[in-house]
Nanobody, 114 residues
Framework: VQLVESGGGSVQPGGSLTRSCATSGFTITQYDINWFRQAPGKEREWVATKSRWDGTTYTPSVQGRFFTSRDNAKDTAYLQMNTLKPDDTAVYFC?????????WGQGTLVTVSS
């Protein structure tokens, strides 16, 4: 199982970024893909989930601004982040639990600053 992330970077407040999580080693439609983030000096927190049944859930602080999706043909999950705020600055990770083992992408820093 591998998760390879891309799409981090810097953006001004109010801007948008899309994170990608390219997967391999499992069938993406059969597992939940979770997104976490860790801000400097803070605990890692759950952000969003794209479920195997195609549902989505979000932590309240990003509800209505972040959207997670999946391209089954490309085995890739996405986290579209809109109306970004400085508080969204963090390293973002995609994760999946396959056969009882938790796999993480390498994480990429997203910086929201003017």
């Amino acid at each position: 199982v591998q998760l390879v992330e891309s799409g981090g970077g810097s953006v001004q407040p109010g801007g948008s970024l899309t994170r990608s999580c390219a997967t391999s080693g499992f069938t993406i439609t059969q597992y939940d893909i979770n997104w976490f983030r860790q801000a400097p000096g803070k605990e890692r927190e759950w952000v969003a989930t794209k479920s195997r049944w195609d549902g989505t859930t979000y932590t309240p602080s990003v509800q209505g601004r972040f959207f997670t999706s999946r391209d089954n043909a490309k085995d890739t999950a996405y986290l579209q982040m809109n109306t970004l705020k400085p508080d969204d600055t963090a390293v973002y990770f995609c994760t999946v639990i396959v056969r009882g083992q938790n796999y993480w992408g390498q994480g990429t820093l997203v910086t929201v600053s003017s």
